[in-house]
């Protein structure tokens, strides 16, 4: 049984011929079904819903749903990571057990602390859960490793593996005993610590060995090094020499890769469509030297790299063209630049833009742009632009029928340089008539921007009740966003409302590979 797929409606359906069964039986004496008289299979997909959390504690409820609340069914997907709303394991025997009684053969995806990361673990893993193909292995808290000396088996059957890396503990010593069984691996995460350093010079090491894991991993698609200091173009260099079937390479955060890798890297991986470069320190000349124009790369994030306007031009118009551009941040994304794509026609296929803070890419480019391809666009973000104001929106938002996900405004102040208010009724109104599939919606402007009135409950009305796919509803903090999430409480719609101080809106879901690229 599936778990996942099965719909509400189905269960509802099954719940009730198990009440009009029951009611049968008894000749009509009892008026209710109650939990107890449910089938095991409805109880099984009712629990299925359930954070394992939760599940642990129903479990003592009574002996009926103890079985039940251990069906491995429900232990496909286990995190033991707590920091990452996993379950909390206090021993290595209580591990094992689980492994063993509870896990088994049904486990396809599991998360491990480096505390629970030893030789014993995954032995019996391997040896119990033939079917896991999913596994993160977190050592980015570490001190030490366990030792692996004893460890002669590791799951042979991962498509995907996730490495979270420590700065200071080197991983050779566990990862020679586990390159045999890396054959398999279509997807590799390894997770720098970009996000903890501080802007203090520290010195580097490079704690894990790139050179030995590319020999033994020659099926990978996806590759994922995110924000890992040590990485740099010799590394990319290596990779493409073994993973030909590579269709996805993720380096944000990446400081040290400045390209030069890259034209080697184009010659080797001829399926490579997907090449995220964020934050990374390109530089003109090893862009300009790469045969853009002989690769099947359609989806590109260029995002807070420092380019000229020139290699831009020369890149992106040599490149077979686009249905996913990042070029947030990027100082010198100029009209000329989004004119020659347009000339081109390396926008005609475009479905995802990220056109946020770019500075020197004026308003009646953009308008022209999303004039001619806004009909097609599923994922538009616009934020940090302050001079695109409540007339673009008017403006442009009819021409954008099928967009999922949109960012607009500018926050942080940058009211001071918009000569009236937003007039926000007028711009949610019309996202509620023209963007009947919004899913993920974010509007920067802060309170002192907008301008609303006791009457904007009726348009968020409109757009509650003509968007009813939408999922996420961002807003800056203040009365408006009180407003508008009280409004949605009220119809049930609870945790669609957020603030920008707790939650961010991105595109990268429209990436091909979104769900390969997912970690922690």
């Known amino acids: 049984m599936d778990l996942a797929r099965q719909s509400i409606f189905e269960l509802a359906k099954d719940a009730s011929h198990a009440f009009q069964h029951d009611q049968k039986n008894d000749g009509g004496r009892n008026k209710g079904c109650t939990m107890d008289k449910l089938p095991d299979r409805i109880i099984l997909q009712i629990f299925s819903f359930l954070k394992h959390k939760e599940i642990c504690h129903i479990a003592s409820v009574c002996r009926k749903w103890r079985i ?38 049904t486990l396809r995806y599991i998360e491990l602390p480096c505390e629970l990361t030893t030789a014993p673990v995954l032995h019996e893993l391997a040896n119990r859960c033939p079917n ?35 700065e200071v503990i080197f991983m050779e010593g566990f990862m020679r005993r586990i390159y045999s069984c890396l054959t398999s691996l279509q997807i590799l995460h390894l997770i720098g610590t970009f996000e903890l350093s501080n802007e203090e010079e520290e010195e580097i ?38 993973c030909i079937h590579l269709e996805c390479l993720a380096l944000n955060f990446c400081l040290r890769v400045k390209g030069s890798a890259f034209r080697v890297l184009l010659q080797r991986c001829k399926k490579l469509q997907t090449l995220l470069l964020q934050h990374t320190g390109l530089e003109d000349q090893h862009m300009l030297v790469a045969a853009w124009e002989n690769t099947h790369i359609h989806e590109l994030d260029l995002t807070s790299t420092e380019l000229s306007s020139e290699c831009l031009t020369d ?18 994304f100029s009209d000329k630049v989004l004119g020659t794509l347009i000339e081109k026609g390396k926008l005609e296929n475009i479905l995802s833009l990220d056109l946020s803070h770019t500075d020197t890419l004026t308003e009646p480019a953009i308008f022209q742009l999303l004039k001619t391809y806004g009909g097609q666009v599923r994922g538009l973000m616009m934020a940090g632009k302050p001079k695109l104001a409540e007339q673009f929106f008017m403006n442009i938002l009819p021409f954008l029928k099928n967009i999922r996900i949109c960012v607009m405004g500018t926050a942080d102040g940058w009211f001071l340089k918009l000569s009236t208010r937003i007039h926000i009724d007028m711009i949610i109104e019309l996202l509620a008539q023209n963007c009947p599939h919004m899913e993920r919606l974010e509007i920067q402007w802060d309170p002192s921007t907008i301008r609303y ?20 509803f961002t807003l800056s903090d203040g009365e408006y966003y009180e407003m508008v999430k009280s409004n949605f409480e009220r119809a049930d719609r609870l945790k669609i409302v957020r603030t920008i101080t707790n939650y961010t809106t991105s595109i990268v879901s429209q990436l091909s590979c979104y769900k390969d690229l997912l970690f922690n």
């Open 315 to 332: 890149v992106l118009g040599r490149m077979p063209g686009f249905t996913f551009l990042a070029v947030g941040h990027c100082e010198f």
């Open 68 to 105: 039940v609340a251990y069906d491995s069914r429900l232990w496909r997907v286990v995190s033991l990571r707590p920091e990452f709303s996993g379950l909390h394991v206090n021993s290595l025997e209580s591990l094992l057990a689980l492994i063993g009684i509870r896990f088994g053969p």
């Open 132 to 166: 896991l193909k999913y596994m993160t292995l977190d050592f980015s808290n570490a001190m030490q490793l366990h030792d692996f000396n004893d460890l002669n088996a590791f799951p042979c059957n991962l498509a995907s593996l996730c490495i979270c890396l420590s």
């Open 205 to 242: 090491y490079e704690v894990i060995n790139i050179s030995k894991i590319k020999a033994h991993t020659p099926n990978l698609r996806v590759v994922n090094l995110y924000g890992i200091s040590f990485i740099d173009d010799s590394h990319i260099e290596l990779l493409s020499s073994n």
């Open 453 to 472: 009135s006791d009457k904007s409950s009726k348009f968020i009305d409109h757009i509650r009740i003509k968007c009813p796919q939408l999922k996420s």
